[in-house]
């Protein structure tokens, strides 16, 4: 059946729309969930405070709502670490992750670390960026979703350490993935220049096989040693 030239156009009016939310979603910059705006004290960034066209700004995730905790563009580089240099063992917190979705178009993960939950939408690897959905839900919902609805759930622990003018994050990896240990670090942009600490080795940002999400389907001490 032939739609007809209003169908069209509106259908064209809401495409347009979900493109320039989207774009300006990517030009906000990263805001925690916790930051509060003063005289309001309903939890939402100064930056959010407006509802989505056709939707409704969740805010409370202890009232069984998720709360949008970012939005945007991740860039980031990742590392293999090579030594013990960084310092072990000092203020890393368990996460645990696993997976809902993986496919071509993007991923969706539920992780716990310490007492905080969140789901968090990927889109597809575009060099070293990708489009980012993040939201804070409910720690026993998420605790459900690992337990219920992931096959595989990926633990490692995160540190996090100050090198230069940047914060670098250090995953050491347990069970079926022990033996990695990767650190990633967040960038403005793809061009921006960064200090390559002592203890990283190979950079691995475009290799597939380090993504979590990989890993999570073939672990990391079922591959083949060079």
Same mark, same amino acid.
């Given at each position: 059946?032939?739609?007809?030239?209003?169908? &069209?156009?509106?259908?064209?009016? &809401?495409?347009?729309?979900?493109a320039a939310r989207v774009?300006?979603?990517?030009?906000?910059?990263?805001?925690?969930?916790?930051?509060?705006?003063?005289?309001?004290?309903?939890?939402?960034?100064?930056h959010l405070g407006a509802p989505p066209v056709g939707g409704?700004?969740?805010?409370?995730?202890?009232?069984?709502?998720? /709360?949008l905790s970012f939005v945007g563009v991740e860039v980031e580089r990742k590392f293999l670490v090579?030594?013990?240099g960084w310092g072990p063992g000092k203020g890393g917190v368990l996460q645990r992750q696993g997976y809902l979705s993986v496919t071509d178009r993007g991923t969706v993960r539920v992780r716990i670390e310490g007492e905080r939950a969140t789901l968090t939408i990927k889109g597809p690897q575009q060099g070293i960026s990708r489009a980012e959905y993040e939201y804070r839900i409910p720690l026993a919902e998420a605790e459900e979703m690992l337990a219920t609805l992931c096959a595989v759930v990926v633990e490692k622990t995160r540190y996090s350490r100050h090198y230069?003018?940047?914060?670098?994050? /250090?995953?050491v990896f347990h069970g079926p993935n022990e033996g990695l240990v990767t650190a990633e670090v967040e960038l403005a942009n793809a061009e921006e220049p960064f200090a390559l600490p002592p203890w990283v080795g190979r950079d691995v940002s475009h290799d597939p096989r380090y993504r979590v999400a990989h890993i999570a389907a073939h672990p990391f001490r079922t591959w083949p040693r060079r």
């Open positions: 059946m032939q739609r007809g030239p209003r169908a &069209v156009a509106k259908e064209e009016q &809401v495409r347009q729309q979900s774009e300006h979603a990517r030009a906000q910059p990263r805001v925690d969930a916790e930051e509060r705006v003063e005289g309001r004290g309903d939890g939402l960034p100064a409704e700004r969740f805010r409370d995730a202890d009232a069984h709502r998720p /709360i090579e030594g013990s230069g003018n940047h914060l670098w994050e /250090i995953d």
